[in-house]
Nanobody, 125 residues
Framework: VQLQASGGGLVQAGGSLRLSCAASGRTFRTITMAWFRQAPGKEREFVAAYRRTGTIHYVDSVKGRFTISRDIAKSTVYLEMNSLRHEDTAVYYC????????????????????WGQGTLVTVSS
């Protein structure tokens, strides 16, 4: 599976951005797609996931502000980010799991076999 992420940039606090991640090489319906982020000096953090079962999960800090969605026809997953805060500043990565990650391990980056190249989101305060 190849992943190509895009959409990062510089935005003021309170603003919005939409990240995209296009997948190829595998039937999209069989993949769990997720977004992680990594701020300078911090570990990679789970943000959101769209499981192949169709369920959606978020880290508490983004609930109500971020929305993950997918377009099966385009094999693309999106992360709509609203009400951005300075603490959302990070490199955002999309990830794919093809082996059926279970719910309890959904937030573990080690469970994902494929990663996009990362896209930088900078939120100015």
């Amino acid at each position: 599976v190849q992943l190509q992420a895009s959409g990062g940039g510089l935005v003021q606090a309170g603003g919005s951005l939409r990240l995209s991640c296009a997948a190829s090489g595998r039937t999209f319906r069989t993949i769990t797609m997720a977004w992680f982020r990594q701020a300078p000096g911090k570990e990679r953090e789970f943000v959101a996931a769209y499981r192949r079962t169709g369920t959606i999960h978020y880290v508490d800090s983004v609930k109500g502000r971020f929305t993950i969605s997918r377009d099966i026809a385009k094999s693309t997953v999106y992360l709509e980010m609203n009400s951005l805060r300075h603490e959302d500043t990070a490199v955002y990565y999309c990830a794919a799991d093809t082996s059926g990650v279970i719910l309890s391990q959904l937030r573990d980056p080690g469970e994902y076999e494929y990663w996009g190249q990362g896209t930088l989101v900078t939120v100015s305060s």
